[in-house]
Nanobody, 120 residues
Framework: QVQLVESGGGLVQAGGSLRLTCAAS????????MAWFRQAPGKEREFVAG????????AHAESVKDRFTISRDNAKNMGFLQMNSLKPEDTAVYYC?????????????WGPGTQVTVSS
């Protein structure tokens, strides 16, 4: 059973940066698609960014476009979310998720999440 683990969260002032990392427990694990989601207190979980692993094609939510960048390292089988110009409204638990099949919207694997707190 593959497990995903996020790291890199923390407390940062508004305008600062953080880089989140998503690592799989199995080094050989190669998803079809990997994404980052976030959930703030009292709010629903929302899509932040996603990447088609093999092609490197990306998509970002409008709320983070031009500030956040999703990427992956094929050699290390790691995914990343570079977050710049952070705002207090970016405060949330951030989750990475992966799916292995292209023709589905259901994610097969989720990490436990990492807290990102942006102070004003």
């Amino acid at each position: 059973q593959v497990q995903l683990v996020e790291s890199g969260g923390g407390l940062v002032q508004a305008g600062g940066s953080l880089r989140l990392t998503c690592a799989a427990s199995t080094r050989s694990f190669t998803p079809y698609y990997m994404a980052w989601f976030r959930q703030a207190p009292g709010k629903e979980r929302e899509f932040v960014a996603g990447i088609i692993w093999s092609a490197g094609s990306t998509a970002h939510a409008e709320s983070v476009k031009d500030r956040f960048t999703i990427s992956r390292d094929n050699a290390k089988n790691m995914g990343f979310l570079q977050m710049n110009s952070l705002k207090p409204e970016d405060t949330a638990v951030y989750y990475c998720a992966a799916r292995i099949a292209p023709a589905t919207s259901k994610f097969d694997y989720w990490g436990p999440g990492t807290q990102v707190t942006v102070s004003s």
